[in-house]
T-cell receptor, first 116, second 110 residues
Framework: AQSVAQPEDQVNVAEGNPLTVKCTYS??????LFWYVQYPNRGLQFLLK??????LVKGSYGFEAEFNKSQTSFHLKKPSALVSDSALYFC??????????????FGRGTSLIVHP | NAGVTQTPKFRVLKTGQSMTLLCAQD?????MYWYRQDPGMGLRLIHY???????AKGEVPDGYNVSRLKKQNFLLGLESAAPSQTSVYFC?????????FGPGTRLTVT
C-alpha cells in the first residue's frame, strides 16, 4: 500500500525568503517520489522526482527536494521565493512493489502564497 | 510535440445528458489516466488504462465509462450526467515515470 501526506494546506512566505513545502509518505517497497505544480486554471506540471541516488534532487524553476528515508519525507525547497512561485503544489508517491499499473498516489495539495 | 491535449475545455450539461471527453497524447505512452479534481479533495483517479484495448477502474469509477481503442486516445464518457459530476477533469499519461497532464476540462452539470 502507498500513501502520502501534505500536512499544510497553505504555506505563506515573503518574497526572497527560503520556502519549504512538506511531504511525508508510506510505502511497502521502495518509493518513487514526485512533486508537481499547478497554476490557476492549468493542469499539473512535473517539477522533479526521486527514484534512486542522491538524496538531494534538483528540478525546474530552481526547486529542489530532499529525500529522507529515515523520516519518510520528501520536502520541497527553494532558497529564495518569488511571487510567481505562488501556486498549488502536489506531492506524489509510487511504491515500486505496487505492480504494473504505475499509478501514483497524490497528496491533497499545499497552496503556496509568496507575498511581495 | 503537443504532449497531452483534452477536448473540450469547458462544457455545461443538464442533468441526464451524456457527453464524451477526449484525451490525446503524442508521446507514445502506454499508460493513461482520468482524474477529477474537486476543492479540498485533491486528485481522484476515475479510470486508467495500461495499454491499447485495456481499461480498469480507479478510486471513483461510478457514473463513468472509458475506452482506449487507439494507443494515443483515452475517452471518458458520462452516460447520464449528475450534479455530483460537476468537477475539473484531467487526463494524464506516463511511460513508467512521471505523469504528463492535460490542461483540463471544466464540466458543470445543472
Amino acid at each position: 500500500a502507498q500513501s502520502v501526506a501534505q500536512p499544510e494546506d497553505q504555506v505563506n512566505v515573503a518574497e526572497g525568503n527560503p520556502l519549504t513545502v512538506k511531504c511525508t509518505y508510506s510505502v511497502s517497497g521502495n518509493p518513487y517520489l514526485f512533486w508537481y505544480v499547478q497554476y490557476p486554471n492549468r493542469g499539473l506540471q512535473f517539477l522533479l522526482k526521486y527514484i534512486t541516488g542522491d538524496n538531494l534532487v534538483k528540478g525546474s524553476y530552481g526547486f529542489e527536494a530532499e529525500f529522507n528515508k529515515s523520516q519518510t519525507s520528501f520536502h520541497l525547497k527553494k532558497p529564495s521565493a518569488l511571487v510567481s512561485d505562488s501556486a498549488l503544489y502536489f506531492c506524489a508517491v509510487r511504491d515500486d512493489a505496487s505492480g504494473g499499473s504505475y499509478i501514483p498516489t497524490f497528496g491533497r495539495g499545499t497552496s503556496l502564497i509568496v507575498h511581495p | 510535440n503537443a504532449g497531452v491535449t483534452q477536448t473540450p475545455k469547458f462544457r455545461v450539461l443538464k442533468t441526464g445528458q451524456s457527453m464524451t471527453l477526449l484525451c490525446a497524447q503524442d508521446m507514445n505512452h502506454e499508460y493513461m489516466y482520468w482524474y477529477r479534481q474537486d476543492p479540498g479533495m485533491g486528485l481522484r483517479l476515475i479510470h486508467y488504462s495500461v495499454g491499447e484495448g485495456t481499461t480498469a477502474k480507479g478510486e471513483v469509477p461510478d457514473g463513468y465509462n472509458v475506452s482506449r481503442l487507439k494507443k494515443q486516445n483515452f475517452l471518458l464518457g458520462l452516460e447520464s450526467a449528475a450534479p455530483s459530476q460537476t468537477s475539473v477533469y484531467f487526463c494524464a499519461s506516463n511511460n513508467r515515470g512521471e505523469q504528463y497532464f492535460g490542461p483540463g476540462t471544466r464540466l458543470t452539470v445543472t
